[in-house]
């Protein structure tokens, strides 16, 4: 898909330590994330090569600290990204999905 949201070519996830679930979107060049009820809580990135932006990125990873990694094979780059505050603070919610995939 091409809308918020949406998925186009997934290719990594990762789990935070509270459970929340990080897509890596190559043809989307972002990061879906959802709660541990798997509820869409927000997205971070978009196709750009400015510090936050990615270009077909391939690799995801997240630390300790929630630190997480986003790589790409173009210009040889991995930046060192956080949570943006509004999809932070959306991970603790409640809601019920009827089904335990992710669109």
């Excluded at 949201?5 to 929340?20: C, K, W, Y």
């Excluded at 971070?44 to 600290?65: S, V």
């Amino acid at each position: 898909g091409s809308r918020t949201g949406e998925m186009t070519f997934p290719i990594r996830a990762v789990l935070t330590p509270d459970s929340s679930i990080l897509v890596l979107d190559k043809h989307r060049h972002n990061v879906l994330c959802f709660n541990r009820n798997y509820d869409f809580i927000g997205e971070f990135g978009g196709r750009g090569f400015n510090p936050g932006w990615f270009y077909h990125p391939t690799l995801l990873a997240i630390d300790a600290e929630e630190q997480i990694y986003v790589g790409q094979v173009f210009a040889n780059r991995i930046q060192i990204c956080h949570l943006p505050e509004e999809i932070s603070s959306r991970r603790d919610t409640t809601t019920t999905n009827s089904s335990s995939e992710i669109n």
